[in-house]
């Protein structure tokens, strides 16, 4: 069983605390009201969007920022290891690329999907994202956070940094995306992450690079980029997949042609997406341009809106220690209907309804090994 969380779109404003930060929840959503729609929402004028088995997608121009169409764009549903450019869009600016560190044994005995981290050898912090990004490793999720001044602090600090960019269904609850009670992400909150890492030269690269050398107790061995599209799709630039049992399939990727560039992005998917999200590419390159954008990518809050919180650095190469997270405060849901209907050139959801407290978010502790 799996239980969904649709995000606050209500007429009185909410206050969600980050860090000791306040931030006022919107009182419509983020990106334009036609987003509040839990049904498909497309421009008329042009070919409807290819079908999809994902319970929410966005379809985004990342040069203009604007929506050429979408699906349950704010709906809530537990982000698997795609939280994880999140974390990289966070932590980049923090660490120190060449730093070298030796992960403690907590990070390297993390569950699920591991890149191979042993307290036995030294790493740089670019071999870590490397790891992190390419081959999804929360053993290299727990070691940045680890290296970032602790767990809690990298919580906090991820928080931040989604309200910074007005991600407001997200809350980060582990560095990893391994499933979390709490935890969420939309998948407007993946695009609006993706597009402000696509904007950074080092996550991108971290994003776009198929194969890599890691390093290893003895010598080293080859890492791969579990985007299948960067070898199959023409123009991939990369992004993240995830995985879980209970978040199902998830996915963010964009990619460029001509100059422009289409970002994807989808949650709640129960099998083989990758084909279906490269025929969601081919159409929003078909009808940028052309169609009437149903939302937009809205910017990063202005910095006295959003000041960073405070990094906590340890010195240069030494055992990284564990920390224990603190709760967070968990923001209000919304919730709203099925039902669709036509205004203008776009096709929007019915009526608002006031969201005031998280609805049944009863995700039992045993958290799904994520596999991406």
Avoid at 43 to 48: D, L, Q
């Amino acid at each position: 069983m799996w239980t969904k969380i649709v995000p606050v779109t209500a007429l009185i404003a909410s206050v969600s605390l980050t860090g000791g930060t306040a931030y006022a929840t919107p009182s419509t959503p983020v990106g334009g009201e036609a987003l509040g729609s839990r049904g498909l929402v497309a421009p008329e004028g042009v070919k409807k969007p290819p079908k999809t088995q994902a319970t929410s997608f966005v379809i985004a121009d990342v040069d203009t920022g604007q929506v050429l169409a979408a699906k349950d764009a704010h709906g809530r549903y537990l982000p698997a290891s795609t939280l994880k450019t999140l974390t990289a869009l966070t932590l980049i600016p923090k660490l120190d690329k060449n730093r070298k560190i030796r992960p403690s044994k907590n990070a390297c005995n993390q569950e699920g999907t591991a890149v191979g981290l042993s307290v036995k050898a030294t790493y740089k912090v670019d071999d870590l994202f490397k790891a992190l990004m390419m081959s999804s490793g929360n053993d290299a999720a727990m070691a940045l956070a680890e290296t970032n001044g602790g767990l809690a602090q990298t919580m906090r600090d991820m928080n931040a940094e989604a309200k910074r960019l007005q991600a407001n269904d997200t809350v980060a609850k582990t560095p990893s995306g391994l499933d979390k009670p709490g935890q969420s992400s939309s998948a407007y909150d993946l695009a609006l992450i993706a597009r402000a890492g696509l904007a950074n030269p080092e996550f991108k690269r971290y994003i776009s690079t198929k194969t890599s050398t890691f390093p290893a107790p003895r010598g080293h061995y080859e890492i791969s980029n579990h985007n299948k599209l960067l070898w199959r799709y023409k123009g991939m630039v990369g992004v993240k997949n995830g995985w879980t049992s209970k978040a199902q399939g998830s996915f963010v990727g964009a990619a460029t042609r001509g100059g422009h560039t289409i970002l994807v992005s989808i949650m709640r998917h129960e099998g083989y997406f990758w084909e279906e999200v490269a025929d969601l590419l081919d159409w929003g390159f078909s009808v940028r341009g052309k169609a009437t954008p149903v939302g937009q990518l809205v910017d990063p809050l202005p910095a006295a809106q959003a000041a960073p919180q405070p990094g906590a650095s340890a010195p240069a190469t030494t055992q990284v220690t564990p920390a224990v997270q603190p709760p967070l405060l968990d923001t209000a849901a919304k919730k709203q209907t099925d039902s669709s209907r036509t205004i203008g050139a776009v096709v929007i959801g019915g009526g608002l309804l006031f969201g005031l407290i998280w609805l049944g978010y009863g995700i039992r502790r045993r958290r799904g090994r994520s596999r991406l």
